[in-house]
């Protein structure tokens, strides 16, 4: 790369929350998308599966998943949690898949949520004892 030479780097869309300026600086305060899910869940249904239930959560905000699958999706809950938020309900899917809930900025995915599950493969091959 050249010295005169400009790269961009896709971080996301984000909520400008506090513009501030200092003479000829501006200085912002952003969130991501993630912002919009701190509105209250309460779903209408008694039991039903991991996916149908974060599926159901981000619609009631006007958002879907970016996943086409994810572990333990079809894992089917009978006590689902009431009066919790949004964000809630994703990081309780979340965890139940071995794993963390972003926005993803992928092309073509971009503002949604996406699941990341942990990868435990390397643990296999380690012999953890519990210090026997």
């Given amino acids: 790369m050249s010295n005169n030479t400009t790269e961009s780097i896709k971080l996301g869309e984000f909520y400008v929350t506090e513009p501030e300026t200092y003479g000829s600086t501006v200085g912002i305060t952003a969130i991501d998308y993630m912002c919009l899910t701190d509105k209250g869940y309460t779903t209408k249904t008694e039991k039903c599966t991991l996916r149908a239930l974060i599926n159901d959560a981000l619609a009631s905000v006007g958002m ?69």
């Fill in 64 to 132: 879907s998943l970016s996943n086409n699958t994810f572990p333990n999706e079809t894992f089917e809950i009978t006590n689902i949690p009431q009066d919790k938020t949004v964000r809630n309900i994703i990081g309780y899917v979340a965890m139940l898949a071995g794993g963390f809930a972003i926005i993803d900025d992928t092309q073509g995915q971009e503002n949604k949520v996406k699941i990341i599950t942990y990868n435990m493969d390397s643990l296999e091959s380690v012999n953890i004892d519990g210090g026997n």
